[in-house]
Every structure is written in structure tokens, then in C-alpha cells.
Nanobody, 113 residues
């Protein structure tokens, strides 16, 4: 079973930056797609960024967030710049393998105004 562990969340002021990491238990070459979602209490989980056959971003983060992957470290990153209070959420990493979506436990990002 795939295990995904996120890290890098925290409290940051508006305009600041954070880099989230998602370390996978196996080779990320086996994953059809990896990426990040985020969720605010009371709302649905929303897609932030994906990487696989193509790289996509939510409109709300385009130009501010960058997803990347290190195939040697089996890790996917989310560089978040120019953070806004509305970026506050729990960020979840996912990986698709064998038609199954695997999730990490999430990491909290809080942006103060």
C-alpha cells in the first residue's frame, strides 16, 4: 500500500512563501498522477495542482504555486509564493496507482493577514 507523508505546512504572513513536500513510500514512477488538493472546514476538497502526463493548476493559484517532483527522492513538492489568507487550508497530497487514489494525512497551512 502506498504511503504518502506531507510536511512543510505552518503559519505564514500574507505575501510569504512555504514549500510543501510529499514523500512517497515507493517509486513515484509507478504513479500515473500525483498532486495536491486542499480543504477548508465545511467545504469540498479542491484540486490545487497535479503532475503526471501534464501539469495543471487551479486558476486561483496559477502564477503563485509551482508543483515539482524529485524522482530520486520519491517526493513531490508544492512551492507556494505570494500566499493569501484564502490559501489557508489543510493540504493533501495524492498519488494515483493501479486505478486507486491514495491520500496523505494532510498538512495545515495558515496565512495570516
Amino acid at each position: 500500500q502506498v504511503q504518502l507523508v506531507e510536511s512543510g505546512g505552518g503559519l505564514v504572513q500574507a505575501g510569504g512563501s512555504l514549500r510543501l513536500s510529499c514523500a512517497a513510500s515507493g517509486s513515484i514512477f509507478s504513479f500515473k498522477s500525483m498532486g495536491w488538493y486542499r480543504q477548508v472546514p465545511g467545504k469540498q476538497r479542491e484540486l490545487v495542482a497535479t503532475t503526471g502526463g501534464s501539469t495543471t493548476y487551479a486558476d486561483s493559484v496559477k502564477g503563485r504555486f509551482t508543483i515539482s517532483r524529485d524522482n530520486v527522492k520519491n517526493t513531490v513538492y508544492l512551492q507556494m509564493n505570494s500566499l493569501k489568507p484564502e490559501d489557508t487550508a489543510v493540504y493533501y497530497c495524492y498519488a494515483d496507482q493501479n486505478y486507486r487514489r491514495n491520500w496523505g494525512r494532510g498538512t495545515q497551512v495558515t496565512v495570516s493577514s
